[in-house]
Nanobody, 113 residues
């Protein structure tokens, strides 16, 4: 079992920045992928960005150039979000993947003036 604890999120004006962090605990594999997905009201959950601990990174086209994902170690992943837009408003979920998906409880990000 893997547990994920998220921090960050909140309310920010358009053009602002936020930082999300997620720390995994429990049965952590040496090889894994961690990342962030989001779900807006009435929409399906979608990938935002993922990073493996061997260096592979993926971004959704909608966030390229604005969001940066990074890892401190095998257990912690951070998402720096800049130039936020109202369309970025969603619940953001941390994900850990090694054969099985584990999810955090979600953190609200609201971009509004």
């Amino acid at each position: 079992q893997v547990q994920l604890v998220e921090s960050g999120g909140g309310l920010v004006q358009p053009g602002g920045s936020l930082r999300l962090s997620c720390t995994a605990s429990g049965s952590i594999s040496i090889l894994n992928t961690m990342g962030w997905y989001r779900q807006a009201p009435g929409k399906q959950r979608e990938l935002v960005a993922t990073i493996s601990n061997w260096g592979m990174i993926m971004y959704a086209d909608s966030v390229k150039g604005r969001f940066t994902i990074s890892r401190d170690n095998a257990k912690t992943v951070t998402l720096q979000m800049n130039s936020l837009k109202p369309d970025d408003t969603a619940v953001y979920y941390c994900n850990y993947r090694h054969n099985v998906d584990y999810w955090g409880q979600g953190t609200q990000v609201t971009v509004s003036s």
